[in-house]
Nanobody, 122 residues
Framework: QLQLVESGGGLVQPGGSLRLSCAASGRTLGYFVIGWFRQAPGKEREGVSFISSSGGSTNYADSVKGRFTISRDNAKNTVYLQMNSLKAEDTAVYYC???????????????WGQGTQVTVSS
């Protein structure tokens, strides 16, 4: 069983940066595609980015393209989401999840973390 734990969320001013981490245990993270999702109050959960199991392929939602960067260190069993130029509309609970296939369809992700809150406010 794969367990995922997110960390790195917090309160940041508009224009600031945060780096989220997704640490895995129970199984080797390198077998999995890892996606980052977010859910703002009153809104549906949406895909933000994913990275292939090898790290050779990444994809971003249009709303974060050019501002967010996903990366992974399989030796550390950890995936990161570097978030720069943060905006108020990035405020949400951010989740990492694991899948066996590339993509950002929520239904394809089998394992989920508990989420970490990101609040962008002055």
């Amino acid at each position: 069983q794969l367990q995922l734990v997110e960390s790195g969320g917090g309160l940041v001013q508009p224009g600031g940066s945060l780096r989220l981490s997704c640490a895995a245990s129970g199984r080797t993270l390198g077998y999995f595609v890892i996606g980052w999702f977010r859910q703002a109050p009153g809104k549906e959960r949406e895909g933000v980015s994913f990275i292939s199991s090898s790290g050779g392929s990444t994809n971003y939602a249009d709303s974060v393209k050019g501002r967010f960067t996903i990366s992974r260190d399989n030796a550390k069993n950890t995936v990161y989401l570097q978030m720069n130029s943060l905006k108020a509309e990035d405020t949400a609970v951010y989740y990492c999840a694991a899948s066996f296939a590339n993509g950002l369809a929520i239904s394809q992700y089998r394992y989920w973390g508990q989420g970490t809150q990101v609040t962008v406010s002055s």
